[in-house]
């Protein structure tokens, strides 16, 4: 099993080959999603809501992602793992960004790293690749600042957002990202930044021509339904049958039926 790297990413998109990406947050998931063959993982900030039980991703800390980046890293043999910078540890100032997407690559095991925005955010990106750390870009909805955009909604309907969302992509590039996240972009515009981006793009809610998509694990399992975006699509419904099964433990240790004579030691 070869390990997915940033030029094997590059590949793909040259060669339209699509990448596949989902989030993990602990060990027996990431297991799971790295033998399926998926190409990377993301320790998204989502982490919050899916296994914190936050309202938002806005109160995730640094400990949080470490905690949970170290778990995965400790899993993955193939998958490229890429751990979200956490809200106001990269917005400060150049160092403390790098100091801590330092912590998440020497503590936790992380080959990258991931952060919110674009023009503003360039010159931390910069900084942080110049210290050797690799950085996935993310634009479009961003639920860190979801309060400043005025709620979680499509993001580059307009012509000036449009045109802000591909200065946005440029400066990311120019920053040097391996790649951009685009979450929650109408079609066209999403289409338009993967044409012109030398770097993979990344979709959720994106579209089919992005370079790859990304979905998060526990709303492609029917594991979190708080809400349901538009973009999710659940492939299977787990919360029911794991409610089912444990429905079927209670009954049958009330019953007697288990533990059963195989379960037993004489
Ligand atoms: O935290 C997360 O899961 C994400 C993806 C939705 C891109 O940032
Ligand atoms: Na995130």
Redo the contacts with the bound molecule.
């Keep these: 099993t070869k390990k997915v790297t940033i030029n094997i990413l590059r590949q793909m998109k040259a060669g339209k080959e699509k990448i596949t990406m989902l989030?993990a947050y602990d060990y027996p998931t990431a297991l799971l999603v790295d033998r399926a063959g998926i190409d990377m993982i993301?320790v998204?900030?989502?982490l919050g809501m899916t296994v914190l039980g936050l309202e938002d991703?806005v109160p995730v800390t640094m400990e949080d992602m470490i905690h949970h980046t170290r778990a995965v890293t400790r899993a993955v043999s193939r998958c490229f793992v890429v751990a979200?910078m956490p809200f106001m540890s990269y917005n400060i100032s150049r160092e403390e960004a790098i100091r801590n997407a330092g912590r998440l690559v020497k503590e936790a095991g992380a080959h990258a790293v991931?952060l919110e925005g674009g023009v503003e955010m360039a010159p931390v990106v910069k900084a942080i690749v110049d210290a050797g750390i690799p950085v996935l870009g993310?634009l479009g909805l961003t639920?860190q600042t979801a309060t400043k955009l005025g709620g979680f909604k499509v993001q580059g309907r307009s012509d000036t957002a449009a045109d802000k969302m591909l200065s946005d992509a440029r400066a990311l590039q120019e920053a040097g990202v391996f790649g951009i996240?685009l979450?929650c972009v109408p079609v066209t515009l999403a289409d338009m930044v993967t044409s012109s981006a030398q770097v993979p793009t990344i979709g959720?809610g994106a579209g089919p021509g992005c370079d790859g998509q990304?979905l998060?694990y526990h709303d492609l399992l029917g594991l979190f339904d708080r809400f349901q975006p538009r973009f999710v699509k659940r492939y299977r419904d787990l919360s029911q049958e794991i409610t089912e099964a444990l429905t079927e433990y209670k009954e049958e240790v009330q019953t007697g039926s288990f533990p059963a004579e195989e379960h037993t030691f004489k």
């Design positions: 989030t993301l998204g900030d989502s991703t979200d991931k993310h639920p996240v979450e959720i990304v998060v």
